[in-house]
């Protein structure tokens, strides 16, 4: 098995993430079995309490796990099904090593650091190897180099190179080589000194990944690989991309990232088939149609919030010959001056997950809205709660009707928590997560979308439909499309009059790929494209 570890230099926001996918991409293509595994630095056991602000998208695997974005670019660049094994914090370790210590299993010794911790972390790097069955194990290690608390787990992966050898292992570090517009001039000066640390801890990077505004010329090139010591060739640019994030993979390949890896390693392999990967890209860059998709949300400054929902709109317009400009709309913008205002000029209108009541009238007035509009219409969790809010005080009448997260004391809960939820006092990794079936009822649209009966969806959410208003709903028009296997929780709604008014209690944003969009989003952004065209 070989290991490849992916350390970022200078600041963060690099994408790192992203470029440890796009090897992953290219490996994969190379007939590799890659899997890529990302250790974050801080204490929280998993981001799943973390707000927005702080860290972007929470994303969630199959087995429920809540886990850092970029195991979302790790699922989406490979064919790698990941698990809670993936991500691991500092948080996670030291709850495991304090468990040990509490039930004295260290016989007696002082509990440290070193060995105790970097033990931990290099079993992690072991036991995804072999869960996985893989050649590969990528390992993306959070944060930047210099920080006090990555400290531990450069130490580890140190320790763990020593231990497989220098022919399975290889340390790839990516960097920013900045533009000083008063110099007009590349500075390797950063990169020197953020190699140097590196150095200084026992690990030398034998490929350096430049991110760059522009193009790094020879000499740039040449005074990088002396003062880092790197060949040459392993200075590999990494441009900011012109289209899309799915042309890293390509221009790494192009930059030979993939062929001096295998050198690296010892790799005797074919090279990297990416002609589907093309042909994908390509339709991202030139579509036949164009639409506008409105997000109302309440993060919409922060484009890590809503991550894999912005990138499952690319897969499904690449999927549909459409280019998808996507509206970010504040939420509570809507509720100080109306929906019209906003929403009347675009295609299609999306509510994203949240939490908590901020902007949340903002949404229900989005939802009625699309409803009322007959624009096409895709609710994400919270944003099939507050279509069914919506339907209940308009078409129902009853003004009151709220979900009990936003109203505890509403007369009309719609939405409310089942019992079992009602028990939990914990916050964190205690809400209904993860994999779960999806009963499609025959002849709605969702069913017709996925074209089966059975789907299964990846969930993040404690509140859910209120079955004692389901009846009353289907009589006015609401059709129930998707339920949990048991048919008890109401999974999927619809509206029968309407051309695309479908919202889903799941999340399907998490499975869509670049070659395989997900129904639920092609099925939405066939609509927007047919609205339009009706225009
Ligand atoms: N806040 C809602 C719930 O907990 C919706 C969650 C979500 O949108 N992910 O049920």
């Not at 440290?112 to 069955?133: L, N, S, Y």
């Not at 919409?300 to 690449?318: P, Q, V």
Request: neutral net charge; aromatic residues 8%.
């Amino acid at each position: 098995m070989k290991y490849i570890f992916v350390t970022g230099g200078v600041v963060s926001s690099l994408g790192k993430g992203l470029t440890a996918a796009a090897l992953g991409t290219l490996l994969e293509n190379r007939g590799l079995k890659v899997v890529l595994q990302k250790f974050d630095p801080y204490l929280n056991v998993d981001p799943g309490t973390m707000s927005p602000y702080q860290h972007g998208e929470v994303y969630v695997l199959e087995d429920g796990a809540e886990t850092d974005l970029d195991l979302g670019h790790y699922e989406r660049f490979t064919s790698a099904r990941l698990t809670r094994k993936n991500n691991l914090t500092s948080g996670q370790i030291y709850e495991s090593v304090l468990a040990k210590e509490r039930r004295g299993d260290y016989l007696g010794k002082t509990v440290q650091v070193i060995p105790h911790v970097t033990d931990e972390i290099k079993q992690r790097i072991r036991q995804i190897g072999q869960f996985h069955e893989c050649d590969v194990v990528i390992t993306e290690i959070g944060g930047t180099t210099g920080d006090i608390e990555g400290l531990p787990f450069l130490e580890a992966i140190r320790q763990f190179a020593l231990e497989v050898g220098p022919d399975n292992t290889l340390f790839v570090h990516v960097t920013l080589v900045p533009f000083i517009k008063a110099a007009g001039e590349l500075k390797s000066k950063p990169t020197q000194q953020s190699v140097a640390k590196l150095r200084e801890i026992g690990i030398t990077p034998s490929i350096l990944i430049c991110r760059t505004e522009h193009s790094i010329d020879r000499e740039l090139r040449l005074k990088l690989s002396m003062f880092c010591n790197v060949t040459p060739e392993a200075v590999i640019e990494e441009k900011d991309v012109a289209n899309t994030i799915y042309e890293v993979p390509l221009m790494l390949q192009r930059e030979k990232l993939d062929e001096l890896v295998a050198k690296h390693l010892k790799l005797d392999l074919p090279p990297a088939d990416m002609t589907a990967w093309r042909t994908f890209v390509d339709r991202i860059i030139t579509p036949k149609h164009h639409v506008r998709i409105g997000v109302v949300g309440k993060y919409m400054e922060i484009r890590d919030a809503y991550k894999s929902i912005y990138e499952a709109l690319t897969h499904a317009g690449a999927a549909n010959d459409a280019g998808i400009e996507v509206v970010p709309v504040d939420a509570e913008d809507i509720e100080d001056l109306g929906a019209g205002k906003f929403l009347t000029g675009l295609d299609g209108i999306l509510v994203p997950g949240g939490f908590g009541v901020r902007g949340v009238e903002g949404k229900i007035l989005a939802a009625r809205f699309a409803r009322t509009q007959k624009k096409p219409y895709l609710g994400l969790c919270l944003g099939l709660q507050i279509a069914a809010v919506d339907f209940a005080r308009d078409v129902l009448g009853l003004a009151k009707a709220h979900s009990t997260e936003f109203d505890s004391e509403t007369p009309e809960p719609v939405i409310s928590m089942l019992d079992e939820q009602k028990q939990v006092v914990k916050k964190g990794g205690t809400m209904r997560l993860g994999a779960q079936i999806c009963h499609l009822v025959a002849g709605t649209k969702a069913r017709e979308a996925y074209g089966s009966d059975r789907a299964v969806e990846r969930h993040r959410h404690r509140y859910e439909f209120n079955n004692q208003y389901r009846d009353k709903m289907v009589e006015h028009g609401m059709v129930v499309a998707g339920t949990t296997a048991d048919q008890k929780l109401v999974e999927i709604i619809e509206l029968a009059d309407h051309p695309w008014y479908v919202a889903c209690q799941f999340h399907p944003e998490f499975q869509s790929k670049p070659n395989k969009p997900h129904p639920l989003f092609s099925g939405f952004v066939r609509a927007a494209i047919a609205a339009r065209e009706k225009k």
